[in-house]
């Protein structure tokens, strides 16, 4: 299942007439079985367009289609995993994978078996019935992706879901996730503001500019597949992120600069 | 010895000293007689008035106002607390009010309670009723509005009706909120029906102190504030329990 979006606008109406403009035109098509990551400046409206594409924000111009359907609302093949801590803490390890399914009233024999399956694919079997307070960060992030990936979802869109961990885990968990979208069918679109993470995971990389956020570059990754990260220290790898970072400094300083002109 | 086992060694210890001055300094002089009596001749004095029946009456009086008062507290406190969150402007109409309630001595108005509910049980479950309801309004509408925005996030990505994310999202993210306006309400109506028994009543524990104090059964006295006291620890107890319980199975 294909994403496209065309144009696609956002205008946040401050207090009075202040407006602030996020997102002015982007455009973006992600192939059936891509894996699209962007990375941006902070502030450049990557996580708008994100949310967008999941339907949760209304865009104030232009539109997104997942497959053939314009986005409205959420799509029920497009799955989300969000940068936040997004589990259910009253809810054991099962219970937080199986909920999706409990909520669209699959019945208890089939989804535990689903469950049990995508706990099993991103490595959580034996604590099944556990909290998540009980669990470290990266893993609950796991229940998270598992919690999205039991919807079965076409689409899989990640805001930065591992960007409250450290570099090392990020990687590692970077790897633990090519392992599983492998395994899916999944279309995925993933925001990073970590360069080596977006080379590492995607097929392209697209760079946003600073706000209003359009699309600056467009960076193949022909890294071969399947891959790990051990791609790290090739010349390749260094050559690519060295290309991405070079368009992002310049758009990075533009950030900055208008920070400390007073700017947010 | 690990730092854990040390503030639990330290937690007895304060008990263990509470209760050995409690039995010494009568005995050393310390106070009066009428005044202060050594544990030693309270638990006794305890265990005769719960064996021979004469506690019955009282505990039931009791435990019976504060069931009704606390009760009716968390019936209509968290649907109270859940309309304050869902409707803003009656938030924002109420909120001096609320924020100023416990300002107001309910207890005072005990006079005008009496001749309006009458000399029975009802003006005690009202002050205490009155006196729980709002800690329990309170700490809902704010434990539905601390549920964090991804979990709802999270709901609308799935699609999931407006029942199912207010019975299945907010309510079980706010139940730890709940429940401590729950626990606070419970002391409350606890300490309500006991303070209206000083005065309001014939009947109960709080009949039963004040009751004592006047006729100097100094032991009798004891006797009864201790099952007050037993009475608050074990409520606090068991709805820790059902909380825990809850919060795994929501």
């Not at chain 2, 263990?16 to 007689?33: K, Y």
């Not at chain 2, 507290?73 to 869902?86: E, I, N, S």
């Not at chain 2, 001749?115 to 479950?125: K, Q, R, Y």
């Not at chain 2, 709805?239 to 929501?250: D, H, K, S």
Request: with cysteine; charged share 20%; net charge negative.
């Amino acid at each position: 299942m294909h994403i496209q979006i065309k144009d696609v606008r956002k205008v946040f109406e401050g207090r009075g007439d202040e407006k602030v403009e996020a997102l002015s035109g982007i455009d973006l098509t992600v192939s059936e079985n891509e894996f699209v990551a962007i990375v941006g400046p902070s502030g450049c409206g990557k996580s708008t367009l994100l949310e967008i594409v999941a339907g949760l924000t209304e865009p104030s111009g232009g539109e997104v289609l997942i497959g053939r359907d314009p986005i409205n609302g959420p799509h029920p093949e497009v799955g989300i995993v969000f940068q936040q801590e997004s589990t259910f803490p009253w809810r054991t390890v099962l219970e937080n994978v199986e909920f999706g399914l409990e909520m669209h009233g699959v019945g208890k024999k089939e989804r535990r078996e689903r469950s049990l399956e995508l706990i099993e694919l991103v490595g959580l079997q034996g604590f099944e019935g556990r909290y998540p307070g009980e669990l470290s960060g990266g893993m609950r992030q796991r229940v998270a992706i598992a919690r999205t990936l039991v919807m079965d979802p076409g689409v899989l869109l990640m805001d930065e879901p591992f960007g409250a961990l450290d570099e090392q885990t990020r990687l590692i968990l970077g790897d633990e996730l090519l392992r599983i979208w492998s395994r899916t069918e999944a279309t995925a679109l993933f925001i990073t503001h970590s360069i080596e993470e977006a080379t590492l995971l995607s097929d392209r990389v697209v760079v946003m500019s600073a706000r209003p956020g359009t699309t600056r570059k467009v960076v193949e990754v022909d890294l071969e597949r399947p891959r790990d990260s051990s791609v790290v220290s090739t010349p390749e790898f260094g050559r690519l992120t060295g290309e991405i970072w070079e368009v992002l400094r310049e758009e990075s300083m533009k950030t900055l600069k208008g920070q400390e002109r007073g700017g947010s | 010895m690990s730092f854990g086992a040390k503030v639990r060694l330290t937690r007895w210890a304060v008990v263990l000293a509470a209760i050995a001055a409690l039995e010494v300094m009568p005995r050393i002089g310390f106070g009066d007689s009428i005044t202060l009596i050594p544990l030693s001749e309270i638990l006794p004095e305890l265990f005769e008035m719960i064996a021979s029946g004469e506690m019955t009456e009282h505990l039931l009086a009791t435990g019976g106002a504060f069931a009704l008062s606390f009760l009716l507290a968390a019936v209509t406190g968290v649907p109270l607390g859940f309309l304050l969150w869902r409707y803003k402007p009656l938030k924002r109409t109420l909120d001096p009010y609320l924020t100023t309630y416990y300002a107001i001595p309910i207890f005072a108005f005990y006079p005008l309670l009496l001749a309006v509910l009458g000399f029975n049980i009802w003006p005690i479950v009202f002050i205490a009723w009155a006196w729980a309801v709002v800690a329990v309004v309170m700490n809902t509408a704010i434990g539905f509005g601390e549920v964090p925005q991804v979990l709802t996030k999270v709901g609308k990505s799935m699609n999931l009706s407006r029942w199912q994310t207010i019975s299945r999202i907010f309510f079980p993210a706010a139940v730890p909120y709940i429940f401590t306006g729950l626990k606070l309400g419970m002391v409350y109506s606890l300490i309500g029906v006991i303070a209206s028994e000083f005065v309001l009543s014939t009947r109960g524990l709080g009949y039963l102190v004040s009751y004592s104090y006047v006729n100097f059964t100094t032991a009798a006295m004891y006797a009864a504030m201790l099952l007050i006291l037993a009475l608050a620890i074990l409520l606090n107890w068991a709805l820790g329990g059902i909380e825990r319980r809850l919060y795994g199975n929501v």
